[in-house]
Structures are given as structure tokens and as C-alpha cells.
T-cell receptor
Framework: TQLLEQSPQFLSIQEGENLTVYCNSS?????LQWYRQEPGEGPVLLVT?????EVKKLKRLTFQFGDARKDSSLHITAAQPGDTGLYLC????????????FGAGTQVVVTP | GAGVSQSPSNKVTEKGKDVELRCDPI?????LYWYRQSLGQGLEFLIY????????KSGLPSDRFSAERTGGSVSTLTIQRTQQEDSAVYLC?????????????FGPGTRLLVL
């Protein structure tokens, strides 16, 4: 059983549409990160959130950390083909912050 | 600048053979992590080294798996008597000090196929 549940597992949209990816858990996290991974490469960090209710923006990407620090969302506005990739959320629990727990990922495909 | 490197990039082996996977972290990074990723899936934590502390081995799936980190730098993940279910991409990451908000920098992975 994954500590972090991501939904949906797969998302295919047209260029210009918006999308949201969710990351949920029953555990509390001291910090949560979002990574993007492209085929044949390792994941690359997009953002880190640490405060409940925190919202961070990275160009067309908006990340939110839940008030209780148990969930997070990633929203992409006006998606572009370059946004295609596997989006992974990862968190450190309050009792084991040396270990990063990953969700199963959401595969996003943006077609022109 | 030099990132995390892993070798080999691909490895095909026969069931029952032993394999060694190597990770060269970013120079100066004291924390090193190993993960396993099955096709299209998220990352499964295997083991974590932080400085001179005892490694966190809680993610190793069986006693066939072991890892060493020599001199606080290079790490080797060894899988003995490989099984077909060991086929996956093995990813290594390093970070400056292992803190709770640190970025982990990943290598490109080693793709292991056990026939």
C-alpha cells in the first residue's frame, strides 16, 4: 500500500487545456515535493512545500499543500506539449524525514 | 557541472546471477539514496546513507539486496541470485545533507533486466 495516493494515474489532454493532479495521504508530512520525470531520465524537482495551506507558483504550474499537511495538488494552466511527463509527489513524514516516500505518479500527455 | 552518474546504464543478466550497480553522487553531497522503479510506476525507497551514520535499510525487499558506500562517496548496490521480479530501473540520488527540505538530485538510472 502506497503512503501517498496519486490521482489520476493517467491524463491525456489537448494543448491549451488545464489539468489538476492530486496527491493524498492519511499521514502528516513535514514537507512535500513534486518531481517531473521524462523517459530515460531521473526525476527532477519542481517544488517543495512545507507549510500547511502553502501555495507556490512556477510559471503555469500552481502547487498547493493542504492545511493539515496530508495532501497536495498540482494545477497546470494552458498545458503545452513540453509539460508531458510523469509527475511524482514525494513526502517526508514527521517521524522519518530522512526517507522520501513517493507516490505512484501521474502520467500526463499533452498533445498539440 | 557533474551530476549524479550511474553505471552501467543497462544490464541484462540471467536469473540466479549476482549484479552490482554503481552510483557516483555529486561531490560534497553527504546523503545518498537508492530507489527502484518498475515500469511506469513511482519510486520505491530501498536504502539511505547519511554521512557516517548507520544506513537506513528499511526499504530493502530481501536479504539478497545490499548496499555499501565507501569513503562517503561512491555507492554500490548488489543484488545476489537475481530473480525476474528484480527487473526494474534502479535510481540513485544524492543531496547536500539529507535535510527535510533538500532537493534530491537523481542519476539517469540503471535498467536491469533479469531473464
Amino acid at each position: 500500500t502506497q503512503l501517498l495516493e496519486q490521482s489520476p494515474q493517467f491524463l491525456s489532454i489537448q494543448e491549451g487545456e488545464n489539468l489538476t493532479v492530486y496527491c493524498n495521504s492519511s499521514s502528516v508530512f513535514s514537507s512535500l515535493q513534486w518531481y517531473r520525470q521524462e523517459p530515460g531520465e531521473g526525476p527532477v524537482l519542481l517544488v517543495t512545500v512545507v507549510t500547511g495551506g502553502e501555495v507556490k507558483k512556477l510559471k503555469r504550474l500552481t502547487f498547493q499543500f493542504g492545511d493539515a499537511r496530508k495532501d497536495s495538488s498540482l494545477h497546470i494552466t494552458a498545458a503545452q506539449p513540453g509539460d508531458t511527463g510523469l509527475y511524482l509527489c514525494a513526502g517526508r513524514t514527521t517521524d522519518s524525514w530522512g526517507k522520501l516516500q513517493f507516490g505512484a505518479g501521474t502520467q500526463v500527455v499533452v498533445t498539440p | 557541472g557533474a551530476g549524479v552518474s550511474q553505471s552501467p546504464s543497462n544490464k541484462v543478466t540471467e536469473k540466479g546471477k549476482d549484479v552490482e550497480l554503481r552510483c557516483d553522487p555529486i561531490s560534497g553531497h553527504t546523503a545518498l539514496y537508492w530507489y527502484r522503479q518498475s515500469l511506469g510506476q513511482g519510486l520505491e525507497f530501498l536504502i539511505y546513507f547519511q554521512g557516517n551514520s548507520a544506513p537506513d535499510k528499511s526499504g530493502l525487499p530481501s536479504d539478497r539486496f545490499s548496499a555499501e558506500r565507501t569513503g562517503g562517496s561512491v555507492s554500490t548496490l548488489t543484488i545476489q541470485r537475481t530473480q525476474q521480479e528484480d527487473s526494474a530501473v534502479y535510481l540513485c540520488a544524492s543531496s547536500p545533507g539529507g535535510g527535510r527540505v533538500e532537493t534530491q538530485y537523481f542519476g539517469p538510472g540503471t535498467r536491469l533486466l533479469v531473464l
